[in-house]
Every structure is written in C-alpha cells, then in structure tokens.
C-alpha cells in the first residue's frame, strides 16, 4: 500500500509540473492585418466594387475594419461578423454556410456574431487558425475572392517554411 501511494503522489506531482509549462502561440501583428485588409480591399476594388474588409485576431477581436468611401454603411459590420465566422469555425463562410444547411448544424447560425454569408476566410498559420478575414458589398462568391486574395497576398509570411 505504501509504494501505491508514493507512485500516487510521484504521478501528481509529474502532472502539476507538466501542466505549469508556457504556452506559444502564433499572433497577427498589426502589420499583417492591415496588409491583409488592404489586399482584399484591393482586389475588390480592382474589380469595380465598393466594399469593405475586417480582419479579427485569434480571439475574433477586430484589429482592422476598412471601408471603401462608396461603400454602404452595413458592410463594415457585415465584414466584421464575416471574418469572426471565418476564425471561430476555421473554415471560409461559404462552406459554413453549406454544412449549417444541414438542420442538426443550423443552431450554428444562431451564436452571437455569427453571419452564414459566403466573404469570410480564416487566416491559417500551418493548422492554427489565427485569425479571420471578412470582406463585404459585392456577391458573396466574389467577396470570399477578394479575402482569399488578401490571405494570398502574405501567404509566404503566414507559412514561412512552405508548411501547409
């Protein structure tokens, strides 16, 4: 019984000193989300539309919106809850629109901030989702065009060794 309890003991306290470790994580600076944003700003306005763009941290905070000056007033918030979409599910906004047709995922679309509408994109460093990008103000396949286009555009900074 006595070397139950010692092995006991010497497991917890394995544990403890395990579970006191750092923790390391990938973050967007500032600077990337405004290239981010300015990219996919950009690409929409390359093509004619006027819109606007959000990117969220790693915690769905906004660290940058931008607004075309022709842009209808809506857009920035529908950029913004875009982009949380994108980051928190991990996946573009198109295709958490499609899986949340499915009724046993369309309480999803409930969850405060959410916006099933094809425009957002999460930002990926390897398999970390460490971020978000909305765009809003053309057609929902074209906005998802213009975020994608400004997760492309530092793409080689997100993934410095070609990891995917």
Known sequence: ????????????????????????????????AKAIAEAALGECKAKGYSTAVAVVDRAGQVMVILRDENATAQTAEMARRKAFTARMFRTTTLEFQKRTNDPSYAAQRQIAD??????????????????????????????????????AKVANLLNPDGAK
């Open 114 to 151: 959410i916006l099933a509408l094809g425009g957002g994109v999460p930002i990926m460093a390897g398999k970390e989702a460490i971020g978000g990008v909305g765009s809003s103000g053309s057609s929902q396949e074209q906005d998802d065009a213009c975020a994608k286009a400004g997760v």
């Open 1 to 32: 019984m006595c070397h139950t309890f010692k092995a006991l003991i010497a497991i917890a306290l394995a544990s403890a000193a395990h579970a006191q470790g750092l923790v390391t994580e990938h973050n967007l600076s500032l600077g990337l």
